[in-house]
Antibody, heavy 118, light 107 residues
């Protein structure tokens, strides 16, 4: 059974940093692109970033470029999102998601809440 | 970035109704479009990918059509478990983008 379990969210002050993690199991992690998708409270879904199987290629939504870094450790079946220079508008539930044969998402984690507030 | 406009933003329907939701992309996305629904407090669930391919395990009352810029999700006979918010997503041109959502409520 595919499982994705996020961790690392919490309350952080504006300008602060967090590192989100996603532990993957039930599939061969190194075979798949992986993504982060976020959802602000009461709002819609926003794709944030993805990373290629071997970590050699990453893509980001413009609003996080230069502040967020996606990475992975295939030996530990783990996906990460380093989020720096946090802003109030980054407050959201952050989901880890596994790509299918294309960049659509059949598998999602339960999400981890990041709250940016002073 | 490609803008996706979903319509309607919300609708009220009864169990057994036929429901149609549309997504229009600001530029062509070929058939690289997926549909999800989401219930409060839960992660989204994939319904359709490739504009018209039903995800494994998804009931056949869900269907998708379209290509290029105009897409439709149809629920042929609405069931109680289908009351949720529906999103489309393009994965043709970075950054991938979602529609703003359509909330399907009980009439």
């Amino acid at each position: 059974e595919v499982q994705l379990v996020e961790s690392g969210g919490g309350l952080v002050q504006p300008g602060g940093s967090l590192r989100l993690s996603c532990a993957a199991s039930g599939f061969t992690f190194s075979y798949y692109w992986m993504s982060w998708v976020r959802q602000a409270p009461g709002k819609g879904l926003e794709w944030v970033a993805n990373i290629k199987q071997d970590g050699s290629e990453m893509h980001y939504v413009d609003s996080v470029k230069g502040r967020f870094t996606i990475s992975r450790d295939n030996a530990k079946n783990s996906l990460f999102l380093q989020i720096n220079s946090l802003r109030a508008e980054d407050t959201a539930v952050y989901y880890c998601a596994r790509d299918g044969t294309g960049s659509y998402y059949a598998y999602w984690g339960q999400g981890t809440l990041v709250t940016v507030s002073s | 970035a490609i803008q996706i406009t979903q319509s309607p933003s919300s609708l009220s329907a009864s169990t057994g109704d036929r429901v149609t939701i549309t997504c229009r992309a600001s530029q062509g996305v070929n058939s690289y479009l997926a549909w999800y629904h989401q219930k409060p407090g839960r992660a989204p669930k994939l319904l359709i990918y490739g504009a018209s391919t039903l995800e494994s395990g998804v009931p056949s009352r869900f269907s998708g059509s379209g290509s290029g810029t105009d897409f439709t999700l149809t629920i042929s006979c609405l069931q109680s478990e289908d009351f949720a918010t529906y999103y489309c997503q393009q994965y043709y041109i970075y950054p991938w983008t979602f529609g703003q959502g359509t909330k399907v409520e009980i009439k």
